[in-house]
């Protein structure tokens, strides 16, 4: 096969693009880390758009797999509406519809793509071939025959070496679809096998449920994170910090704004391990757990329960998603919000920079209420930030009408994870948290120590103790108030002198601070994200309105607990 036979040194940039073209939820995401064996590529935006997209090359360097959204119909969404326009932009359009619901879907993209395939190079993947009818397998070659480009039929999740081969050789052969008018095609009538029905159905049961299943996601993740990292401190501080912080003591006359940045109170290996160890595992099992949850086939049985819901406070099911998203990262979930609908996504990404912690706020949270005494905190903090999230979204945004919502998609099949499909999930989690997370914070942790030296850190702790005096907070607090602007893991700035401040705070002050502090403003990169993706009038409406609900709601929360 020529494709498969050109030299692995052509670059990326040239070489042919095969898009994976399907509505949501039928697949296309397995078979890009089947054909690639990579869990997310490279993000960028593909051949001039706006729209982030994931590529990755074929082992041998002998194509671009690129993988576009998942595309609804009818719909108004960024993703979707910029998607369609890349199909243009193609050298071979990989259409992928699921086996499970074969007639429909193909019909479906005909009827939307059909011209676009006439001018390029096609090929029709059927997934799910596993849980497709026995009859699927024989309609193969009707498919071939009627539209006039190969058709491959593949488990896109645990795809079998002569699948992938088969889909190659389908990708070496393609050809343009035939003209004609789409409507006279006869394709065969497949039964369609629908996915199971469970409690996430039910009307009375499933938003319940579902909130319960969304809550245990990030709690359990949470509570082993905070074991392994509370057993873990003594023993890493004895053998590790304390030799390290003694052995630099001699700095302390001779260079003391090196001693200072190394293992004072901001330094970077004293507080940059109190950053890394109850960070790194909320993310790590964090990772794990949503994962899990996606491969599962969870996430849309929670999205579709809870549409009802979330139509009353402007938002609707689909929306979901990019919430919840961030809570890995905010960053990513507000890109992530082009898949919301022009009248919703403004709603979203305000939903985004205040109810979503991420994983760094999150372990950030965790460690200050763990440093000072007080784990369970967590708990009312996260659920406090929940409410009032939604609270906060109904007051600045309208209900979303019944009639004016987008139709969900079927629910997807639940399934077991395939353990290398969430380890690849996992893998793209930790790194970005390593060689992204971590230098932030070490250099925030310099900054620090040189702000504290120089005494500026004092001369802002004055000029914001009036204003924290409002909430019954110390103005010594006021330097993790100010790094959580920057970014939410700067809260882990409090940490300072091994939690000697946290240990002078009570317990009210100790969660009105964590609050305040969490939810006065999303992190300056998030709200730069927001600017771009929405424009500066909007970002700026955002941020304002963040932190006037996370003053007013701070005060009230202060009458009650300081």
């Avoid at 319960?212 to 003594?234: E, G, H, K, N, R």
């Avoid at 950053?275 to 990772?287: E, K, R």
């Avoid at 819901?309 to 919430?323: A, E, F, S």
Wanted: glycine share 8%.
């Amino acid at each position: 096969m020529r494709l498969l036979k050109m030299s692995s040194s052509v670059s990326t940039v040239s070489l042919p693009a095969v898009v994976l073209v399907g509505l949501e939820s039928v697949g296309k995401s397995a078979l890009f880390r089947a054909l690639t064996g990579q869990a997310t590529g490279d993000e960028l935006n593909f051949r001039g758009s706006t729209i982030g997209v994931r590529t990755a090359p074929l082992p041998g360097q002998v194509a671009q797999v690129v993988d576009t959204p998942g595309i609804r119909v009818a719909d108004d969404s960024d993703t979707t509406r910029l998607a369609l326009a890349q199909i243009e932009q193609a050298d071979t359009i990989l259409l992928v519809a699921r086996g499970t619901h074969a007639r429909q879907e193909v019909e479906t993209l005909l009827a939307h793509f059909g011209p676009q395939l006439t001018r390029h190079k096609a090929v029709l993947v059927l997934t799910f071939a596993d849980r497709s009818h026995a009859q699927l397998s024989t309609a193969v070659q009707a498919y071939t025959a009627l539209l006039g480009v190969p058709v491959a039929l593949v488990n896109a999740r645990q795809m079998a070496a002569t699948e992938r081969t088969a889909l190659l050789q389908a990708v070496e052969t393609a050809v343009p679809l035939a003209p004609q008018p789409v409507a006279t095609i006869p394709l065969p009538d497949i039964p369609i096998i629908q996915p199971q029905t469970t409690l996430y159905e039910r009307s009375h049961w499933g938003a319940p449920l579902s909130l319960l299943t969304l809550f245990l996601l990030f709690a359990v993740p949470v509570y082993l994170a905070y074991i392994l990292a509370d057993s873990l401190q003594p023993i890493v501080d004895a053998a590790l910090i304390e030799p390290l912080v003694n052995g630099f003591a001699p700095l302390a006359t001779v260079v003391p704004l090196l001693y200072e940045m190394l293992v004072g109170d901001y330094g970077v290996i004293t507080l940059g391990w109190y950053s890394f160890l109850w960070a790194f595992p909320v993310v790590l099992f964090m990772g794990v757990s949503v994962a899990v949850t996606e491969e599962m086939g969870l996430k849309d049985r929670i999205m579709a329960s809870l549409d009802p819901w979330l139509r009353r406070i402007g938002l609707n099911g689909r929306d979901l998603i990019p919430v919840l998203s961030g809570y890995g990262c905010n960053v990513v979930a507000v890109f992530q919000s082009r898949a919301c609908s022009r009248c919703t996504r403004e709603a979203c990404t305000s939903l985004i920079g205040y109810g979503s912690a991420c994983s760094y706020q999150i372990g950030a949270t965790l460690s200050l209420f763990a440093v000072a005494g007080h784990p369970t905190l967590f708990v009312p903090y996260l659920l406090l930030l929940f409410v009032v999230g939604a609270i906060h979204t109904r007051i600045w945004y309208k209900p979303l009408p019944l009639e004016t919502a987008v139709s969900l998609a079927d629910r997807s099949f639940l399934q077991k994870p395939s353990g290398r499909a969430v380890l690849w999930r996992v893998r793209a989690v930790l790194k970005q948290f390593l060689w992204q997370a971590m230098p932030i914070f070490l250099l925030m942790c310099a900054v620090g120590a040189v702000l504290a030296d120089s005494g500026l850190l004092d001369w802002l702790a004055a000029g914001l103790s009036p204003l924290l005096g409002l909430f019954g907070l110390p103005g010594a607090v006021a330097p993790g108030v100010i790094f959580a602007i920057v970014r939410k893991d700067g809260l882990l700035i409090l940490n300072q002198g091994e939690g000697a401040l946290l240990a002078s705070l009570s317990v009210g002050q100790m969660f009105v601070l964590v609050y305040l502090a969490s939810t006065f403003t999303a992190c300056l990169v998030t709200l730069w994200t927001a600017r771009k993706e929405l424009g500066g009038r909007v970002a700026l409406k955002i941020g304002g309105r963040q932190a006037l609900t996370s003053l007013v709601s701070t005060f009230l929360l202060a009458l009650v607990v300081v």
